[in-house]
């Protein structure tokens, strides 16, 4: 699977949107970009995952470039209980293994 | 659904005692995977099962770690004898394990593990 990079850590005001980076440079044309985060002391909580066009669902939206050689994952209304570390994935289609979880971005949110 | 429901949430014991986590998975999935996530380390896996077979293993740190699925909606990881180094946050997670696609983990609450 690629490999990504991510900021170490991010400010947001709370209520604004938080975009957060990551750049997967070797990704291959079938490879998913997936978003997981983990907020303290909790298990990982799936976010979103695309392929190539951009997704939208309830908690978030995924912004992959046209290259597909980074994307963003946008939280539209940050709340503090979004304060959390968020990490971005990129993983084979049809892979059953395991996740491999990088450092990821450590948002925080502020009033 | 339940979700991923893993037991104990918190578990202390001291050396060399057996420890038993457990885990039931959501139900309709057929993959199950043991993680294990330390500071030093991050999150790492340890095992993973597909319909109730171990698949991998290869994360297993040594002999004294042992995981069963003795069906599709439970699975233990034992630690035998148990060592301070052990003390770590241990997530269990299931996907539904689609052919061909792609298969988004749904992740327990965990356990945290603290061996005196």
């Known amino acids: 699977d690629a490999k990504t990079t991510q900021p170490t850590s991010m400010d947001c005001a709370e209520g604004r949107a938080a975009n957060l980076p990551c750049n997967h440079s070797?990704?291959?044309?079938?490879?998913?970009v997936y978003w997981y985060r983990q907020i303290h002391s909790q298990g990982p909580q799936y976010i979103i995952h695309?392929?190539?066009n951009n997704e939208t669902n309830e908690m978030a939206s995924l912004i992959i470039t046209e290259d597909r050689k980074s994307s963003t994952l946008i939280l539209p209304h940050a709340t503090l209980r979004d304060t959390a570390v968020y990490y971005c994935?990129?993983?084979?289609?049809?892979?059953?293994?395991?996740?491999?979880f990088g450092k990821g971005t450590k948002l925080s949110v502020k009033p | 659904d339940a979700g991923v429901i893993q037991s104990p949430r918190h578990e202390v014991t001291e050396m060399g005692q057996e420890v038993t986590l457990r885990c039931k998975p959501i139900?309709?999935?057929?993959?199950l995977f043991w993680y294990r996530q330390t500071m030093m380390r991050g999150l790492e896996l340890l095992i993973y099962?597909?319909?109730?077979?171990?698949?991998?293993d290869s994360g297993m740190p040594e002999d004294r770690f042992s995981a069963k699925m003795p069906n599709a909606s439970f699975s233990t990881l034992k630690i035998q004898p148990s060592e301070p180094r052990d003390s770590a946050v241990y997530f269990c997670?299931?996907?539904?394990?689609?052919?061909?696609?792609?298969?988004?983990?749904?992740f327990g609450p965990g356990t945290r593990l603290t061996v005196l």
């Open positions: 099962f597909n319909n109730n077979v171990p698949i991998d």
């Open positions: 997670a299931s996907s539904s394990g689609l052919a061909g696609g792609t298969d988004t983990q749904y």
């Open positions: 695309g392929l190539k």
């Open positions: 994935i990129v993983r084979r289609r049809g892979s059953q293994g395991n996740l491999i």
């Open positions: 139900s309709g999935h057929n993959s």
């Open positions: 070797t990704i291959s044309g079938n490879e998913y």
